[in-house]
Nanobody, 126 residues
Framework: QVQLVESGGGLVQAGGSLRLSCAASGRTVSTYGMGWFRQAPGKEREFVAAVSWSGASTYYADSVKGRFTISRDNAKNTVSLRMNSLKPEDTAVYYC???????????????????WGQGTQVTVSS
C-alpha cells in the first residue's frame, strides 16, 4: 500500500509562488504516473498536472499551463508542484495522486488513480 502526504500549502498573495511536495511511503512510486488535483469549495475535484513514471512526459490543465510545473524525484520517492503567478481562482485543496500498477503515464482522469493524499490547502488572496 502507498501512503501519500502533501505539504507546502499556505496563504499567498496573488502573483506569488508556492511549492507543493508529495512524499510517498509504503512502496516506491517510481513506476507510477503521478498527478496533482484540486478541489475548491462547492466545486468538483479537477485535474491540475500529471507526470509520467520517468518524469519525461508531463500534462497540464489549460488553466495552469505556463504557470505550474510538475516534477518528480524517484530517488526520494517525491513529487512536486511549483506554482507561480498564483491567482485567487487557484485557491483550493490540492491533492497528490498515484496511478498504481499499470499506470505509468500521466492522465487527467481521477478514476485512473489508485492512491490519494489527504490534501493541502492553498489560499491566494487578491
Amino acid at each position: 500500500q502507498v501512503q501519500l502526504v502533501e505539504s507546502g500549502g499556505g496563504l499567498v498573495q496573488a502573483g506569488g509562488s508556492l511549492r507543493l511536495s508529495c512524499a510517498a511511503s509504503g512502496r516506491t512510486v517510481s513506476t507510477y504516473g503521478m498527478g496533482w488535483f484540486r478541489q475548491a469549495p462547492g466545486k468538483e475535484r479537477e485535474f491540475v498536472a500529471a507526470v509520467s513514471w520517468s518524469g519525461a512526459s508531463t500534462y497540464y490543465a489549460d488553466s495552469v499551463k505556463g504557470r505550474f510545473t510538475i516534477s518528480r524525484d524517484n530517488a526520494k520517492n517525491t513529487v512536486s508542484l511549483r506554482m507561480n503567478s498564483l491567482k485567487p481562482e487557484d485557491t483550493a485543496v490540492y491533492y497528490c495522486a498515484g496511478r498504481g500498477r499499470g499506470g505509468a503515464l500521466p492522465d487527467a482522469d481521477p478514476d485512473k488513480y489508485d492512491y490519494w493524499g489527504q490534501g493541502t490547502q492553498v489560499t491566494v488572496s487578491s
